[in-house]
């Protein structure tokens, strides 16, 4: 299970950071990926990284301002958000990839998130 925390609301430039726990074992064993979806948008893919932290990628959209992040002592998956802007504003989904790398492609992942709302307000 993934269990996807810390939205809210804030003012664009401003800064939050989401969490998204796993239960189980296997975390560490697992690529992760952030998502997001728009009202009215498909589910489009946010950063990766990979089962042990030392890759990571970015959409160009957010590179440079996202860090994603993973401590597989905690089971748990971050991403850092920066310079907020109020298109970042959508429901931010994790997943669990199905192998230990990352992709863009959401088929590739086998568990997601329940999704934590994230608003920036202009």
């Known amino acids: 299970q993934l269990q996807a925390s810390g939205g809210g609301l804030v003012q664009a430039g401003g800064s939050l950071r989401i969490s998204c726990a796993a239960s189980?074992?296997?975390?560490?064993?697992?690529?992760m990926g952030w998502f997001r979806q728009a009202p009215g948008k498909e589910r489009e893919f946010v950063a990766g990284?990979?089962?042990?932290?030392?890759?990571?990628y970015y959409t160009d959209s957010v590179d440079g301002r996202f860090t994603v992040s993973r401590d597989n002592a905690e089971n748990t998956v971050y991403l850092q958000m920066n310079s907020l802007k109020p298109e970042d504003t959508a429901v931010y989904y994790c997943?669990?990839?199905?192998?230990?790398?990352?992709?863009?492609?959401?088929?590739?992942?086998?568990?997601w998130g329940q999704g934590t709302q994230v608003t920036v307000s202009s």
């Open positions: 997943a669990r990839s199905k192998s230990n790398w990352y992709f863009q492609n959401p088929t590739e992942y086998a568990y």
């Open positions: 990284i990979s089962w042990n932290g030392r890759r990571t």
């Open positions: 189980g074992r296997t975390f560490s064993s697992y690529g």
